[in-house]
């Protein structure tokens, strides 16, 4: 199975989520093998499998991204990129995969990871050219947008993979999300909430389109007119939750009104989810406020993380034990759905 961690709305907190999330399923699940594959330019979710601010992993990701072949994402792009429409011979999946857990030893060890890379944001423009190329009996569109799927043929170990994708709809997400099964999609109860879940539900299925004009150009159509597959809505974790509930009843009326859409999507086109009701299909997800702030520093899953004063970056800060249970009981509820 492969899940996707995005929305095309940034600031959702989808990379804490993601690597508490991922994090929590891997202990969960010792058997399985799981691969993560980080998609996107900022590479925060790797700095945080390779230790956090406080434990150098920054310095973890440049070391990954200065090897021979470049062991991030954007090293196989790299390679990809003389040769686009069909997958060379002599790439190896292992060329792009680091074990966290070697240079973090609060990751699970049954996590391997293929690094996010700033190239992203340079190759996207040559992707993009190539993907729009006109060659005689290729579909080049669909040779590109099958690179992260072409690699993953290659993961003949892994039992779960997932996927940390940028907040955009550039061509390295497009190419994530169409190797993706699954969606998770993280929202705040802020007042554009309810306007990005439409936006994505609109950027990857063509709902809602402005013009008929788009509809040929449109990510779904391009896919389904190769016999593509789309990855289905799978949850949608309503995050920092407790930051505006309680007596901002505005809040819990943006929330409802998420809902509400999605119903009505349900009743219209429940081909496009893995779930029949919003019960079903969404998890509250709190605050993780101070517990968060240093599981972020540290690159510390909650299950990991110890309760006391901790010193981060000079301050004093403390992780109050009630308040590290309370997150990791969210994340857990996230992970039942997975």
Known sequence: ???????????????????????EYSL?????KILVVDVCPQANLSELFLGGLQNGGSNKLLERQGAMPRASIGGYFQLRLPSPYTMPPTIQLADFVSRPSRY??????????????????LQANAINTLANN??????????????????LRLAVGHDVIFFD????FSVYTQIALAASDRLILPVMADDSSRRAVQNALSLLYGL????????????????????????KVHLIAKNRITQYMGSASAYAAVLNSVDDDIRALLL????????NST????????????????AFARGVPFSQLKAGKQDIGGHRVQVKEDYRLDSLRAIRRLVAKL
């Not at 199975?1 to 994090?23: D, H, P, R, V």
């Not at 219209?268 to 779930?275: A, D, N, S, V």
């Open 1 to 23: 199975m492969k899940y996707a961690f995005w929305n095309n709305k940034g600031g959702t907190g989808k990379t804490s989520l993601a690597f508490q999330a991922i994090c």
């Open 28 to 32: 969960e699940n010792p058997s399985k």
């Open 104 to 121: 973090n030893p609060a990751i699970p060890t049954n996590i391997e990871l293929i690094c996010g890379d700033p190239l992203l944001e």
């Open 134 to 151: 006109q060659i005689p009996g290729t579909n080049t569109w669909i040779a590109v947008i099958d690179w992260i799927s072409d690699l």
């Open 165 to 168: 994708c940028n907040p955009s």
């Open 208 to 231: 809602k389109l402005p013009d008929p004009i788009y509809t040929t150009y449109a990510f779904s159509a391009k896919l389904e007119v190769a016999k593509r597959t789309l990855p």
């Open 268 to 275: 219209t086109h429940p081909h496009l989810f893995t779930f």
């Open 279 to 294: 019960k079903d299909g969404t998890v509250e997800v709190r605050d993780f406020q101070t517990s968060g702030v240093v």
